[in-house]
């Protein structure tokens, strides 16, 4: 995202409601993928309507009091199969196709927030939060008496 610095590694949320939903079917990925321009959308919602596999996302704005006001939109792009409907749609056209090699490269540049990819330290405190340690445990290192080392 291009409010992050480099060094944030961004990881799939689990926790998202979208990763409730049934995975897309298909042996290869489209061609195309959409991406929102998020600085030019206004969370209208017209392109949800649309999208025949729901892929699209609403981003909460940035007051937790009232998350409907500037909110946006996010295209989960793994589920997209670029059917192109969202950026005919978009009255603001702020939704872009671009083919799959590019599109990890663009949603980086114009995502300006998103809630199913955050970075893996938020991650890691959503897990702590909710008692999930991912974390393999040390091994136990056995203790040896001085009669055992000398035989």
């Known amino acids: 995202m291009s409010?992050?610095?480099d060094d944030v590694v961004l990881v799939e949320n689990p926790y998202h409601t979208a990763r409730l939903k049934p995975v897309r079917k298909g042996k290869k990925p489209p061609k195309l993928i959409a991406v929102?321009?998020?600085?030019g959308c206004t969370g209208c919602e017209v392109c949800i309507a649309g999208c025949p596999v729901d892929s699209i996302e609403l981003v909460s704005g940035p007051n937790p009091d009232n998350p409907g006001f500037q909110q946006m939109v996010e295209i989960d792009?793994?589920?997209c199969i670029g059917c192109q409907n969202c950026s005919q749609d978009c009255p603001w056209?702020?939704?872009t196709m671009y083919q799959h090699e590019d599109c990890y490269t663009?949603?980086?540049n114009e995502t300006l927030k998103s809630e199913l990819y955050i970075p893996e330290v938020q991650l890691n405190q959503l897990n702590e939060d909710k008692g999930i340690?991912?974390?393999?445990?040390?091994?136990?290192?056995?203790?040896?008496s001085d009669e055992e080392t000398s035989a």
Not at 36 to 39: D, F, L
Not at 133 to 144: D, F, I, Q, S
Request: net charge negative; no cysteine; glycine share 4%.
């Open 3 to 5: 409010n992050h610095d």
């Open 36 to 39: 929102v321009h998020q600085s």
């Open 77 to 79: 792009i793994t589920r």
């Open 93 to 95: 056209e702020t939704i």
């Open 106 to 108: 663009a949603w980086g």
């Open 133 to 144: 340690n991912l974390k393999a445990p040390e091994p136990e290192v056995e203790e040896t």
